[in-house]
């Protein structure tokens, strides 16, 4: 995939180290290095960069960091943050503008990924104006009475993490925001989380209330369209995480695959709330679309894109693991089609699954069969 990327900072050897890791190998990217904030500027008014990766303490001119600055200006250019550990809530104040945020020192083999998987998305969202739009989010559309319930969580002395999970799991954004940050070089955590109480504890009580009362993260974002419920995305992301991650443990997948299937589940639908509220005609089209329409032709038709094609752009440019991001690209498997079946893989079966149960479909669907998905699987995973 040809690409240009930039790597931008002050130090002439991280820019030669990131060079060196990305030049080269199968990929045929342009790879342009540069050490001041004038001449980042100058690379991306002038040249199509696809991608950035600097580290978060770079400065613009006008005295906003340079990753600041992209999101702003050319929201559609992918940015990674080459981040150390954060110590406090002042160190995650810019998780949102920095796109997603990588350890450093990052490996070789870490950094050419987390760029490879931001390109290669791309093919999801071809839309110039797609991509600015999703480059552009900082926080997702959220209904008010959530966030202000946070900010009162976290003036309440008595509040507890089990009231702060309980509010958080009423939202696909903030859930997923959430999720965000805990999985983010920040927390340098060495396995996905996709539970959101582990997350909740990780994150510490005191840290997640702090950035909840500064407005930092986990800030209001747009308004939600008429029509688009939040409460039901919720309950339905929610039984689809619990249901994956059931049928995950049953088969005895590892730590991290039944991490990933569950974040998959819980998020396969959070891009309708960038879609909606970012294209209101589009969201309105959609309500409107014949019941006859297979809803990703009514999706595409549209947007311009399926939900789940711009979930799993949004949770790549957010720096989720790929294995969530993969499993949710695919959604939804045709479950009942033995070709789509066949060719999908356990994780995409997985996610797709537990999404008709928890819609309470799966029991009389015709679910088609494969070598992997058989009678015994079958019957176990109805069990889940």
Sequence with gaps: MSATILCASADPQLVA?????????????????????????EALSGDLVDAIVAPPTMIAPDGMSLLEYTHT???????LA??????GPVQVDGVGPLGQALSK???PGNLESAVDLVLELRGLVDSEQL????GAQQSLAKPPHIYTSLVELSQDPDSTAEDVVNLVQQDVGLTAEVLRLVNSAFYAQSEAVGDLSWAVVLLGLETLMSLALAGVVFRPGAALPEGLDSSDLATRAVRASTTAQKVARRDRWDHDTVSEVALAALLAEVGLLVLAP???EGWARLREADEQTPPVEAEKEAFGCSVAEASAYLLGLWGFPAGAVAATAVQPVDLSDADAVATATPAA??????HRKALGLAEGLALARSDYFDDRRVETWLRA
Excluded: M
């Design 17 to 41: 180290e990131v060079e060196n890791q990305l030049h080269g190998g199968e990929h045929c990217w342009q790879v342009r290095g540069v050490t001041t904030s004038e001449q980042a500027l």
């Design 73 to 79: 200006h050319f929201p559609a250019v992918a940015r």
């Design 82 to 87: 080459l981040a150390a550990e954060a110590s």
């Design 105 to 107: 020192p990052c490996t």
């Design 131 to 134: 991509r600015t739009l999703f």
């Design 278 to 280: 970012g294209h209101p």
């Design 349 to 354: 079966l997985c996610v797709a699954f537990a």
